[in-house]
């Protein structure tokens, strides 16, 4: 039987997961404040939190220790609400998608997509991938607020990529991903830290922070699909 101490330290993850969910709703708050920048930085603490939890659940055991939790599903609903649900309201909000109701029909469609995503049994692989886009809405939502994006554009871009939440792609997983995870792992932080330089700079970051960032983005699909299309078993299950 665990520990005291030990049970103490589970319940801690858990709860350092389950802050996202704060974080959200103050993500969705400052939306409607108009305050772009202040939404950007919940994205980036979450996005830390999220990126960590999982290495503390592991360190801590915490199904061993608490069995009768479900951080997974924990997870999943703190993930919906801060990749998902809070960029969609940043960007209708903020008038980077279509006025009035049309900017609502543009921003569930994502939201519907991703919750088909975040109820597939296999949206997280055996081998630790996310099977489809990942719904990294928040990223989207980042690279609109950056380039300035029209309506016009932001809706083409979320619609695409609300299209490929279907597409059976594998993308890393970057803290589980085992091929290439110091790789991976190295380069996602710096993509965070350029992610925070980036905006503190705001409205005016630099360009070459932005392409270096955008490097990153390209890296992580371009090594997605050769993981994807290199895997002998998968080219077949895909033709199949």
Known sequence: MATLGARAAAAAVHVFTATGAVLALLMVHFSYRHEVETVLWLFLVAMVIDGTDGMLARRFRVKAVLPGFDGALLDNIVDYMTYALAPMALLWANGYLPDGAAGGVVASIPLLASTYQFCRADAKTDDH???????YWNIVAFYAIVWELSSTATTVLLLGLTVLVFVPIK??????????????????????????????????????????????????????????????????????
């Not at 991938?129 to 719904?135: A, E, H, R, T």
């Not at 997983?173 to 700079?201: C, D, H």
Request: charged fraction near 10%; aromatic fraction near 18%; hydrophobic fraction near 55%.
């Open 129 to 135: 991938f996310f099977l489809g886009f990942p719904s």
């Open 171 to 240: 993308y890393l997983y970057p803290s589980r991903t085992e091929k290439l995870w110091y790789a991976n792992m190295t380069l996602s932080g710096v993509w965070l830290l350029l992610f925070a330089v980036i905006t503190a700079q705001l409205p005016d970051p630099s360009e070459v922070l932005v392409a270096l960032s955008l490097a990153y983005v390209v890296y992580y699909v371009a090594v997605s699909l050769w993981l994807t299309f290199a895997n002998p078993r998968r080219r077949a299950a895909m033709s199949s």
